[in-house]
């Protein structure tokens, strides 16, 4: 059992500051990967950080663990976090992410192989031509990467 579900045992539903990082991999072509999770959004790969993990290290294991690709080194573009981000989910957690957002061009192996759970499907895209159903604020997070400019 992972930190956050342990955690959960102790304090319920009640709201908690989760951090998680996310990583704009972007390929030679200039295209940006993006998983398609089970509820149909496209997103970067990302997720929260365990115990004794750097923001580094999670951004890494998750676009691996998620997509298949492994990337070496990271370039911090930013940092999310604030009230309009909140979230309550069904089961009636509720928590404020903070989200520190990287970039990589330093593709180790692009070979995709989706989790099927996390994701259900991954590719490289054009900025120009994103699929739809791609999240507003991955949106807002692929403005900032801005991997076209």
């Not at 928590?95 to 989706?114: E, G, L, Q, R």
């Amino acid at each position: 059992m992972g930190y956050i579900e342990d955690l959960r045992k102790v304090i319920g539903t009640r709201p908690v500051i989760l951090v998680g990082a996310v990583v704009g991999v972007i390929n030679e072509r200039r295209e940006i990967l993006l998983q398609k999770r089970p509820e149909g959004i496209w997103a970067l790969p990302g997720g929260l950080l365990e115990l004794e993990e750097s923001a580094e290290d999670a951004g890494r294991r998750e676009v691996f663990e998620e997509t298949g690709v492994e990337v070496g080194r990271l370039e911090l573009i930013d940092v999310f976090s604030g009230k309009q981000y909140f979230r309550k989910l069904e089961n009636g957690d509720e928590f404020y992410p903070v989200t520190i957002v990287y970039t990589s061009n330093d593709i180790k192996s692009s070979i995709i192989k989706v989790d099927g759970t996390e994701s259900i499907d991954a590719g490289f895209f054009s900025v120009a031509e994103l699929p739809d159903g791609t999240s507003p604020l991955v949106m807002k997070l692929i403005e900032k990467l801005n991997p076209v400019g």
